[in-house]
């Protein structure tokens, strides 16, 4: 069993910097991956980044690439989610998830555990 534990949200001016956290515990392994997923008010929850917990992978939905970026501190356990350059359209609660394999990295089904979220509020 996993528990996943967000942090880091807040409420931030366009412009401007968070850098979210997950914190895993119970039976984790090098080759689990941890992605992050976004859901705003009315939409679907969408895929941002994923990284596998040795780090010789990561990935990027195309919106978020060079503004986002994903590292791990495996002696915390914890994945960092750096986000700079926010737009009021990354307001979100963001999730996130740990799969124990690299299929379906990109949508909800191919994660096993997930967080409870933390908010972001990106205002103009």
């Known amino acids: 069993q996993v528990q996943l534990v967000e942090s880091g949200g807040g409420l931030v001016l366009a412009g401007g910097s968070l850098r979210l956290s997950c914190t895993a515990s119970?039976?984790?392994?090098?080759?689990?991956?941890i992605g992050w997923f976004r859901q705003a008010p009315g939409k679907e929850r969408e895929f941002v980044a994923v990284?596998?917990?040795?780090?010789?992978?990561?990935y990027y939905v195309d919106i978020v690439k060079g503004r986002f970026t994903i590292s791990r501190d495996n002696a915390e356990n914890t994945v960092a989610l750096q986000m700079n350059s926010l737009k009021p359209e990354d307001t979100a609660v963001y999730y996130c998830?740990?799969?124990?394999?690299?299929?379906?990295?990109?949508?909800?089904?191919?994660?096993?555990?997930w967080g409870q979220g933390t908010q972001v509020t990106v205002s103009s």
């Open positions: 998830a740990l799969a124990r394999t690299g299929r379906s990295l990109v949508t909800g089904a191919g994660y096993d555990y």
């Open positions: 119970g039976r984790t392994s090098s080759t689990d991956y």
């Open positions: 990284i596998r917990y040795r780090g010789d992978f990561t």
